[in-house]
């Protein structure tokens, strides 16, 4: 990268502090502004500037480079307006690709659900195997930060990180692929085609979590990319053994067990450190985070943001009577098939939140009529009224299949919420 002029970063989150470190380091010189949509953009050594000054400033040309952090859309006009005045537009990752990526081995993992615990389960899948290995992405550290620290690196990357990667793993796995984000991509189409950018890049080895047709038919048109090798049979017993007496809780996790076994014996894993490695996971906070207060077991499945997620979390506390907690910021999902599904995964109390909440409880009183349906204005009204009616379940299970924007500033608030207000109510 050679810079000979002015750096905007382009929002201030976690990846933008660690750009501006490596800036800092790689040019010392250079003038950083940043700039946010929204809130305070608190950036060490960068000048905040409003969105219309960095307008001016890209009408100018008056940037060398443009950082964009990967919560804010591609697609913003202003991106398009930076490209067409000769202004690159990069992302962290991109950097790290242009700085640190020959030479190393790279795994990417994507998906709409399970990609961060089937990367975290590949990184200690091969450090127990004896691979120097390190995790970044959107768990672990940003990709600047991990810098050139491992010759084996694994990356969990988002569809916002995917849709204008610049480089192409070695080895790569797809988790699973659903409608999510759309207000970001602008269309389902979109999203699947940025999801799918990750193996369009060059040549690159890849895996499927779910073999369903969606998937099957994609990889057919994926172009330059070669299927990894399926578990032989005794190895996938010894992983479903595995798995069976760990903290991995539901068949979706046994399928990212899976996932990430073969991507991490593509990588260099042995038998014995993949059994150590799903020994020595630790659940993820806010995905099927269990605690059990009160005599009853509480479930912080925050991070489930589409109805799928949520029929996986009802999967997995099969033979509980589960109150649920569904519904959020509206992403247009569809929650008909999940209504269906409620009464024979044991669910006899359902609350529902805004705004998606009101649909799911009208599909509810339409499938299962004998499901009690709470509308609740807010998550606390929500719970308050499930300490009224402790009888009718045994397990509170908050799987919203929705985000959380509407109430919560991000899943993690809201999944903390629902844990203190489990002690407060329940304790």
């Known amino acids: ?34 700039t946010v949509d929204s809130g305070a953009a608190d950036i060490d050594d960068a000048t905040q500037i409003a969105p219309d000054e960095a307008d001016r400033l890209v009408a100018r040309g008056a940037l060398a480079l443009i950082v964009k952090s990967p ?13 067409e ?15 640190y990526r020959a030479g190393r081995q790279v795994i990417a993992i994507t998906g709409t659900k399970g990609k961060s615990t089937t990367a975290t389960l590949t990184q200690l899948m091969l450090h127990h195997s004896g691979v120097d290995t390190g995790l970044a992405g959107n768990v672990g550290l940003a990709p600047l930060e991990i810098a050139d620290k491992h010759p084996t690196i694994v990356f969990e990357l988002s569809s916002y990180q995917t849709a204008d990667i610049a480089f192409s793993p070695d080895l790569a796995g797809l988790t699973n692929l659903y409608p999510e984000h759309v207000d970001w991509h602008g269309s389902v189409e979109r999203y699947y085609a940025d999801k799918l950018n990750l193996f369009t890049r060059g040549p690159v080895e890849l895996a499927l979590g779910e073999q369903d047709g969606l998937l099957a038919r994609i990889a057919a048109d994926l172009g330059p990319v070669r299927a990894l090798r399926p578990l032989a049979p005794a190895v996938d017993e010894v992983i479903v053994d595995t798995v069976a007496g760990s903290r991995l809780r539901g068949a979706h996790n046994l399928g990212n067990a899976r996932l990430a076994a073969r991507l991490a014996i593509a990588a260099g894993a042995t038998l014995d450190g993949i059994v150590a490695g799903v020994g020595a996971f630790a659940p993820l906070p806010h995905r099927l985070e269990e605690h059990r207060i009160g005599g009853l077991v509480f479930v912080n499945d925050s991070i489930a943001t589409t109805p799928e997620a949520t029929k996986a979390a009802l999967a997995a506390y099969r033979g509980y009577r589960i109150a649920l907690i569904g519904g959020g910021h509206e992403r247009q999902q569809d929650y008909a098939e999940l209504a269906t599904l409620l009464a024979p995964h044991g669910v006899t109390t359902l609350v529902c939140l805004p705004v998606t909440g009101a649909r799911l409880a009208e599909a509810t009183r339409s499938a299962a009529p004998h499901i009690e349906v709470i ?12 300490g009224t009616l402790k009888n009718r379940f045994d397990a509170v299970i908050l799987s919203p299949g929705a985000p959380s924007y509407n109430q919560f500033k991000n899943f993690e608030e809201r999944g903390t919420r629902f844990v203190a207000l489990a002690s407060q109510i329940f304790g």
């Open 1 to 34: 990268m050679q810079l000979n002029g002015p750096v905007l970063l382009y929002g201030a989150g976690r990846e933008a502090r660690s750009t501006r470190a490596y800036l800092s380091r790689q040019a010392p010189a250079a003038q950083v502004f940043v």
């Open 71 to 83: 919560g804010v859309p591609l697609y913003k006009p202003f991106f398009a307006a930076a490209r």
């Open 85 to 99: 005045a000769g202004i690159p537009v990069t992302s962290n990752l991109n950097l790290w690709g242009e700085r």
């Open 375 to 386: 509308a609740a204005a807010d998550l606390e009204e929500g719970m308050l009224t499930l």
